[in-house]
T-cell receptor
Framework: DVKVTQSSRYLVKRTGEKVFLECVQD?????MFWYRQDPGLGLRLIYF???????EKGDIPEGYSVSREKKERFSLILESASTNQTSMYLC?????????FGPGTRLLVL | AQKITQTQPGMFVQEKEAVTLDCTYD???????LFWYKQPSSGEMIFLIY??????QNATEGRYSLNFQKARKSANLVISASQLGDSAMYFC????????????FGAGTRLTVKP
């Protein structure tokens, strides 16, 4: 079974804080993704990575950065959290085009 | 431009009945894949079923089947014999072959199964 884990299910941060969301997959997948999910908007791609140290911007990269130092780990960084980044964050890895998701992190920025 | 359209924000179905969740898509690519995911209240996105654009037969996975009508660009999900545990959000998604890393999702349909 594909296993994608995320470091936190729920997170509360204050405006201006630096936030790290971690994602780990154990299936040696090359591609990994970060999405945010907001009601009525579906999933929107923030960043993806197709290899170690490689990254590509998705549809809404502003205010975010990513890091992929090891193949199994893909981190999403909010350099200075803002209230409009309150959302559900979903990480995924893919094999032959099918994406497999982690359980999600619900982030609240106060 | 919106690539995936799910026109039903919410659906109700009686337990043990079948239900169809609609999905239409827009692409000029000849080679693409269509996916359905289930998201229960816990938040995890669960992969349900996949249909390739060149697949001649409709995909089936247990109680899930995909009604693929290529000319109409529709990929409706059919759930047979609904169970209470089927209550969840359902998302349709498409991946175009030329852009293997880009998967587009619809806005989702919330399905409620009534006892």
């Amino acid at each position: 079974d594909v296993k994608v884990t995320q470091s936190s299910r729920y997170l509360v941060k204050r405006t201006g804080e630096k936030v790290f969301l971690e994602c780990v997959q154990d299936m040696d997948h090359e591609n990994m993704f970060w999405y945010r999910q907001d009601p009525g908007l579906g999933l929107r791609l923030i960043y993806f990575s197709y290899d170690v140290k490689m990254k590509e911007k998705g549809d809404i990269p502003e205010g975010y950065s990513v890091s992929r130092e090891k193949k199994e780990r893909f981190s999403l960084i909010l350099e200075s959290a803002s209230t409009n980044q309150t959302s559900m964050y979903l990480c995924a890895s893919s094999f032959r085009g099918t994406q497999y998701f982690g359980p999600g992190t619900r982030l609240l920025v106060l | 431009a919106q690539k995936i359209t799910q026109t039903q924000p919410g659906m109700f179905v009686q337990e043990k009945e079948a239900v169809t969740l609609d999905c239409t898509y827009d692409t000029s690519d000849q080679s693409y894949g269509l996916f359905w995911y289930k998201q229960p209240s816990s938040g995890e996105m669960i992969f349900l079923i996949y249909q390739g654009s060149y697949d001649e037969q409709n995909a089936t996975e247990g109680r899930y089947s995909l009604n693929f009508q290529k000319a109409r660009k529709s990929a409706n999900l059919v759930i047979s014999a609904s169970q209470l545990g089927d209550s969840a959000m359902y998302f349709c998604a498409m991946r175009e072959e030329y852009n293997n890393n880009d998967m587009r999702f619809g806005a989702g349909t919330r399905l409620t199964v009534k006892p």
